[in-house]
């Protein structure tokens, strides 16, 4: 008897595969990157076959940056300084984000250099991973930092320097195209981030041109006086009270070569600076002032009551009014005369019930920081002028008090108080560049004594640089502000210099009332 057996049919599962929507862009786009990579590999470029495998190992660790970085900074001009700073920051951004986020999230492989010649591969292939390119970050983050804050015959160079570090990493084997143009992105992104903690610094302030003038410009500086404040570089109080280095010899050897009919009166430790400039400006058909703001401030007083323009010519530490003008050295000013840059700026005053006026060109300030002031340079002789400021700053925030006064009317107890000739940019306690010269405004900046530990917070808030992160803060612009002291007579800085400012007094404006020389790209 034969038995049944059913007979079972046999199966197997059906596995259905979804690919991802973008995995065949993925894939194209990774067959055109190594496209791209085998016809840079096959391609020939005479002349470049030895200088661009060099420029890629030169770039290792950011050696060439960094190098270049410390030539910005030893050339002392201080938008150098700050491209060389800025770009720094933003490698210090990029390369982390490349190196430890980057590569580590998408280990891609490096190219197989087969196509690419031996002369030009890498005396070692590097072993991390190919995505992104962390020397086109630290190229691209470098360039993007300079040229925000270097002027173009600087930061041209450096763009195109950056560009040729990123596509030798492709012409030695060692990334993709698209290895590179990642990195670029992410250097490009680093660099403008660095606004989030340190906004940019425009290179020149915007000043009214003047369209007619009746001063003859002269070639060889026939009909300039220029008065040079030797104190500033004796250690003298000038440029905010600080103490500068001696004046160049050869910037006033400059002066003497490229303006020869000029005269050039030098004012030693013991001699009258406002003198000398009211002797100057009586014989001048052009005031030139050489020293720091406290000179510039006193030679714009003069030129003012004279009515005569000034050439001023930086000669101190920080310059603030010469910086925003774009003159940064002596050879910017004589450059200035010669090109006929003349142009009218704000002048900021602060005038007393008894018609007496102060002028200032770039702040008044009282409160704290006149504190602050006082007492650094009363140490900065001993201690030089940083740690003078340091000492200074733990002194005024265990010691100072508020100073009481009526603001428009409104009675308030200030612990800090800025007033700015024209609006700033930046958010410092005393911030340092403004866009415009002939706004017509003043920028009103206070910390009132809001609670018990407001003096600790604001004073903290005015070293990390962040003003208006302090309690108490306060800000707006306008035309005029009205003071009265109820404790007598308020010490005041005028552009750095120590006063005293009558009880009642008025800050305000005159608008385009001196005119000075110059660049002619800030018209």
């Given at each position: 008897m034969r038995a049944n057996h059913r007979t079972r049919a046999s199966w197997s599962p059906v596995v259905i595969v979804r690919s991802r929507p973008d995995a065949g862009v993925i894939s194209r786009l990774s067959k055109i990157d190594r496209k791209a990579f085998d016809r840079v590999a096959a391609a020939h470029l005479p002349g470049l076959e030895n200088v661009l495998p060099r420029l890629s190992r030169l770039a290792d660790h950011g050696v060439l940056w960094?190098?270049?970085?410390?030539?910005?900074?030893?050339?002392?001009?201080?938008?150098?300084?700050?491209a060389a700073l800025r770009g720094t920051l933003a490698i210090a951004v990029a390369s982390p984000v490349v190196n430890i986020l980057g590569k580590q999230a998408f280990r891609r492989q490096?190219?197989?250099?087969?196509?690419?010649?031996?002369?030009?591969?890498?005396?070692?292939?590097?072993?991390?991973?190919?995505?992104?390119?962390?020397?086109?970050?630290?190229?691209?983050?470098?360039?993007?930092?300079?040229?925000?804050?270097?002027?173009?015959?600087?930061?041209?160079?450096?763009?195109?320097?950056?560009?040729?570090?990123?596509?030798?990493?492709?012409?030695?084997?060692?990334?993709?195209?698209?290895?590179?143009?990642?990195?670029?992105?992410?250097?490009?992104?680093?660099?403008?981030?660095?606004?989030?903690?340190?906004?940019?610094?425009?290179?020149?302030?915007?000043?009214?041109?003047?369209?007619?003038?009746?001063?003859?410009?002269?070639?060889?500086?026939?009909?300039?006086?220029?008065?040079?404040?030797?104190?500033?570089?004796?250690?003298?109080?000038?440029?905010?009270?600080?103490?500068?280095?001696?004046?160049s010899d050869?910037?006033?050897?400059?002066?003497?070569?490229?303006?020869?009919?000029?005269?050039?009166?030098?004012?030693?430790?013991?001699?009258?600076?406002?003198?000398?400039?009211?002797?100057?400006?009586?014989?001048?058909?052009?005031?030139?002032?050489?020293?720091?703001?406290?000179?510039?401030?006193?030679?714009?007083?003069?030129?003012?009551?004279?009515?005569?323009?000034?050439?001023?010519?930086?000669?101190?530490?920080?310059?603030?009014?010469?910086?925003?003008?774009?003159?940064?050295?002596?050879?910017?000013?004589?450059?200035?005369?010669?090109?006929?840059?003349?142009?009218?700026?704000?002048?900021?005053?602060?005038?007393?019930?008894?018609?007496?006026?102060?002028?200032?060109?770039?702040?008044?300030?009282?409160?704290?920081?006149?504190?602050?002031v006082h007492r650094r340079e009363r140490l900065e002789g001993r201690l030089g002028k940083w740690p003078a400021l340091a000492v200074a700053a733990v002194r005024t925030l265990r010691h100072s008090e508020p100073v009481d006064v009526l603001v428009d009317g409104e009675r308030r107890k200030i612990w800090l108080a800025f007033v700015g000739n024209g609006m700033y940019g930046s958010r410092g306690a005393a911030p340092t560049w403004r866009g415009h010269l002939d706004d017509g405004q003043l920028d009103v900046r206070i910390v009132t004594a809001a609670r018990r530990y407001s003096k600790m917070r604001a004073l903290a808030s005015v070293m990390a640089g962040h003003l208006h992160a302090a309690p108490g803060y306060h800000a707006w612009h306008g035309t005029t502000l009205e003071l009265s002291s109820l404790q007598g007579s308020l010490p005041v800085a005028v552009d750095g210099e120590l006063m005293k400012m009558p009880p009642k007094a008025r800050f305000g404006k005159r608008a385009g009332a001196l005119a000075v020389f110059t660049p002619s790209r800030t018209h």
């Open positions: 960094f190098s270049v970085a410390a030539g910005l900074a030893a050339t002392r001009r201080p938008s150098l300084r700050r490096r190219p197989v250099v087969d196509l690419v010649p031996a002369m030009r591969i890498r005396w070692k292939l590097p072993t991390s991973h190919a995505f992104p390119s962390g020397h086109s970050a630290s190229a691209a983050g470098f360039a993007t930092g300079v040229a925000m804050e270097a002027p173009r015959a600087v930061a041209v160079p450096v763009a195109a320097t950056a560009a040729a570090v990123a596509f030798s990493r492709v012409y030695t084997g060692a990334h993709y195209p698209g290895d590179v143009l990642a990195g670029l992105g992410i250097g490009v992104a680093a660099g403008l981030g660095t606004r989030m903690a340190w906004q940019a610094r425009p290179p020149v302030a915007h000043a009214s041109k003047v369209a007619t003038t009746d001063i003859e410009i002269t070639e060889d500086g026939r009909g300039v006086v220029v008065v040079i404040n030797d104190k500033a570089g004796a250690g003298g109080g000038d440029g905010g009270g600080a103490r500068v280095p001696r004046l050869l910037e006033i050897a400059l002066l003497e070569r490229d303006l020869p009919a000029a005269e050039i009166v030098r004012v030693g430790p013991e001699g009258d600076l406002l003198k000398e400039l009211e002797e100057a400006a009586v014989r001048a058909e052009v005031l030139g002032v050489m020293g720091g703001d406290g000179t510039i401030n006193a030679g714009a007083k003069v030129a003012l009551r004279h009515d005569v323009p000034m050439l001023p010519i930086p000669g101190g530490t920080l310059n603030h009014f010469t910086r925003a003008l774009g003159l940064e050295t002596a050879a910017d000013a004589v450059a200035a005369y010669k090109k006929g840059g003349l142009a009218k700026v704000d002048v900021g005053s602060v005038t007393s019930s008894g018609g007496d006026e102060l002028v200032f060109l770039n702040t008044a300030s009282f409160g704290a920081y006149t504190e602050l």
